[in-house]
């Protein structure tokens, strides 16, 4: 059974940085896709980034330059480092994996989530 778990939400000031991460379980090999997607309240899901098996790494028009994502398939982790962080990146950070390539960037072509974290962002 594949399963996603998100670790590194908090509170944190207009400027600061957060670091997520998102540990894959129950998927074989490296040949799969990994995202970052964010859901504030009363607004629909939306893309953060992705990085596919390839090395491909694609990122929303909104966090490009502040916000990098990595993978690391020793551990099975794929990380979000978040920098510069403004009050409207305020909302909860899922991951999702796919066996899919290529530009991942709906959520539908995702197939397991994770549970979410919380980031919010104070002024």
């Known amino acids: 059974q594949v399963q996603l778990v998100e670790s590194g939400g908090g509170l944190v000031q207009a400027g600061g940085s957060l670091r997520l991460s998102c540990v894959l379980s129950g998927r074989t090999g490296t040949n799969y896709s990994m995202g970052w997607f964010r859901q504030a309240p009363g607004k629909e899901r939306e893309f953060v980034a992705a990085i596919n098996w390839s090395g491909g790494i694609y990122y929303a028009d909104s966090v490009k330059g502040r916000f990098t994502i990595s993978r690391d398939n020793t551990k099975n982790t794929v990380y979000l480092q978040m920098n510069s962080l403004k009050t409207e990146d305020t909302a909860v950070y899922y991951c999702?994996?796919?066996?899919?390539?290529?530009?991942?960037?709906?959520?539908?072509?995702?197939?397991?989530w994770g549970q979410g974290t919380q980031v919010t962002v104070s002024s």
């Open positions: 999702a994996s796919t066996p899919r390539g290529g530009r991942m960037v709906a959520p539908a072509s995702y197939d397991y």
